[in-house]
């Protein structure tokens, strides 16, 4: 078997309906059996519930790719495609053509407000995981159950990772907890300060709760210190003060106590049998057959093939998109674009063949590179194609982490050595046949560079960029950034979404971001 409890709906009738939305934060759960009925009929019913927390970042609904827990749309609304979307596409690595009621603003860096869906089914989709997370704990609190303190590490966890995104993305909302769960008036708005304190001190906790290991797909005591290590590195960002010194412990922790190794091919980190990598340390599952959505790496891999000059089957695909391709602020980091005379494995991962190097129309599908960096393909033996993904997205691993740890070295934190972080980044070049760096060659510009080649496609772009103060104005120009083909500077309000309308009319506590 592929994949382990995270990606299967045990049947029952689940105590907690899994229902939420931004308007209704506190809506009492429907209760068909108490937790303890429901466990004597069913042993694994928790694991069920659990499983359906997991599976929010990466599906749409427990019903297939049509179906969807928010009043949303079920292709478009996914919370991994959100990722992709937000981080992805309005950095400057990946553009989409489809211009979909919105989706231009985000590829273009441009012209954003309220009313764009892109932005409201990200928070929605924050804002359905948070109290489903706080349903389960309260009626974990009155039950005995085996595993009680890890469960609720987990939970802690994935309530946490949801508010990380309200962090980074939005930088301020309500704060819902299972203190205050039943509140009949509208929550108070909170700030990306107290956002910020409230994560930390959940995933201190979480990290004392959960193992030393789990199953594949589950938290452990390595998930939390990475999603810690991740709030430190962006605390400048988020709260004002640095907080590397604290990144670089906790990134130590993963490196030095997790067991993660680099897997020896890059590809395989990205391919339909991607659960057998040692480097991956949390991934977002997905199954052809019992995990669909439209919203997982399926998104990724069909959307970045098309059927002009591509065979689908050799990337284990039946449905070619025609939407996504890189541009050369990607590739172009590859031997300054000649990718043919390039060393490094990672830059054979563009298919150039009936594409043009330069990006003059975005909606063009030939103009840029499409990346096929993920796969559908099995790396270690054969599969046949399928019209949706059993790629797991590797939302954190083990090269990320050397990155990071790199970073901090060179921003002089306490206790990174500049030569063990050499030998990191050495180490995840050396795997793609990049070459190995000198010491001097560590510079930040150097480790931006070296995390677009690494890291693009994976998430965490847009929050780079800013991070290393190269998003905004015109210090850092990509095609299409602002609207122009050879980019233009943008506006620091940019750093934040907007908050949807949706969620502003819902609650008369929150205000919008300053800028739109």
């Known amino acids: 078997m592929k994949k382990y409890i995270s990606i299967f709906f045990i049947i029952v009738p689940l105590a907690i309906l899994m229902q939420g939305c931004t308007s209704d934060l506190d809506t009492q759960p429907e209760v068909e059996l108490s937790l303890d009925e429901l466990l004597d009929q069913d042993p694994n019913a928790v694991a069920g519930i659990l499983s359906r927390l997991y599976a929010s970042f990466a599906l749409s609904g427990p019903d297939g790719a049509g179906s969807s827990d928010i009043d949303d749309n079920a292709g478009e609304s996914p919370f991994l495609r959100g990722i992709i979307n937000l981080q992805d596409f309005t950095a400057d690595a990946i553009k989409n053509r489809w211009g979909d009621d919105g989706l231009d603003q985000l590829t273009t860096t441009s012209n954003w407000d309220e009313n764009n869906k892109f932005f409201r089914y990200l928070y929605n989709r924050i804002y359905y995981t948070i109290p489903q997370a706080n349903n389960l ?7 005995d159950l ?20 309200l962090i980074d993305c939005f930088g301020k909302g309500v704060l819902a907890t299972e203190e205050n769960y039943g ?22 906790a979480a990290e004392e709760l959960l193992p030393d290991t789990n199953e594949y797909g589950r938290a452990n005591k390595s998930v939390a210190r990475m999603l810690l290590a991740k709030l430190y590195m962006n605390a400048g960002v988020y709260t004002g003060t640095e907080r590397f010194d ?15 190794s680099l897997d020896a091919d890059f590809v395989s980190i990205f391919s339909g049998d991607n659960f057998m990598s040692n480097e991956i340390i949390f991934p977002l599952i997905a199954d052809s ?9 399926t998104y990724i891999i069909n959307g970045s093939l098309g059927t002009e000059t591509m065979t689908l089957s050799q990337f284990g695909a039946e449905e070619g998109w025609s939407g996504h391709r890189a541009t050369k602020a990607w590739y172009g980091l590859f031997n300054n674009g000649d990718l043919a005379n390039s060393t490094d494995d990672r830059a054979a991962l563009f298919w150039t063949e009936g594409h043009s190097y330069e990006m003059t129309d975005y909606k063009k599908w030939t103009d840029g590179y499409p990346s096929i960096k993920f796969r559908n393909t099995f790396y270690y033996s054969a599969s046949n194609p399928t019209s949706f993904s059993s790629t797991d997205f590797p939302l954190f691993r083990l090269a990320d982490a050397y990155l990071m740890y790199a970073e901090c070295a060179v921003r002089g934190a306490a206790g990174a050595s500049m030569s063990t972080a050499l030998g990191y980044v050495n180490a995840v070049r050396n795997r793609s046949n990049a070459g190995s760096v000198a010491q001097s060659d560590l510079t930040l510009n150097f480790i931006m560079d070296e995390r677009g080649r690494e890291l693009n496609f994976e998430g965490h772009r847009r929050s780079d960029l800013i991070r290393f103060g190269k998003f905004t104005g015109n210090s850092y120009l990509w095609p299409w950034k602002g609207n122009t083909v050879n980019g233009t500077s943008i506006p620091d309000t940019y750093k934040l979404f907007p908050i949807p309308l949706t969620a502003l009319e819902a609650n008369i506590n929150l205000t919008q971001n300053p800028g739109y």
Request: hydrophobic share 35%.
């Open 183 to 204: 509140t009949s008036e509208p929550l108070p708005e909170v700030d990306r300060q107290e956002l910020f304190t409230y994560v930390e001190n959940e995933l201190l």
């Open 289 to 297: 057959q019992n995990s669909q959505s439209y919203g997982n790496t």
């Open 146 to 165: 085996d595993n009680k303190d890890q469960i609720e590490g987990e939970v802690r966890f994935i309530r946490a990772l949801a508010y990380y995104y």
């Open 246 to 260: 604290d990144a670089a412990t906790y990134i130590s922790k993963i490196i030095d106590e997790g067991g993660y």
């Open 137 to 143: 704990l309260l009626v974990l609190g009155a039950v």
